[in-house]
Nanobody, 126 residues
Framework: QVQLVESGGGLVQPGGSLTLSCAAS????????MGWFRQGPGKEREFVAS????????YYADSVKGRFTISRDNVKNTVLLLMNSLKPEDTAIYYC???????????????????WGQGTQVTVSS
């Protein structure tokens, strides 16, 4: 069982940058595909980005493509989300999760992910 802890959130001005980190404990982290999701006030949890276990394939929501970059370090057991050109609509709690076995690489459904972390708050405001 993998346990996940997110960090790196905070308050940032529009146009600014933040890097979120997801630290994983447990065995076989390097064999899991990982994803980032977010949930804004009054909204459903939505897909942000995902990365395969090798890091060779990455997938992004249209709303963040070109601004966010997902990466992983299988030695340090971490997944990062670099967020540039932040907008007020990026304000949300950000979660990382493990993609469940047998799901498509490009799935964007929260139901295809598990072992959710507790989340980290990102607020974009002037």
């Amino acid at each position: 069982q993998v346990q996940l802890v997110e960090s790196g959130g905070g308050l940032v001005q529009p146009g600014g940058s933040l890097t979120l980190s997801c630290a994983a404990s447990g065995r076989l982290f390097s064999s899991y595909a990982m994803g980032w999701f977010r949930q804004g006030p009054g909204k459903e949890r939505e897909f942000v980005a995902s990365i395969t276990w090798t890091g060779g394939n990455k997938y992004y929501a249209d709303s963040v493509k070109g601004r966010f970059t997902i990466s992983r370090d299988n030695v340090k057991n971490t997944v990062l989300l670099l967020m540039n050109s932040l907008k007020p609509e990026d304000t949300a709690i950000y979660y990382c999760a493990v993609r469940l076995g047998g799901r498509s690489d490009n799935t964007k459904s929260p139901a295809d992910f598990g072992s959710w972390g507790q989340g980290t708050q990102v607020t974009v405001s002037s």
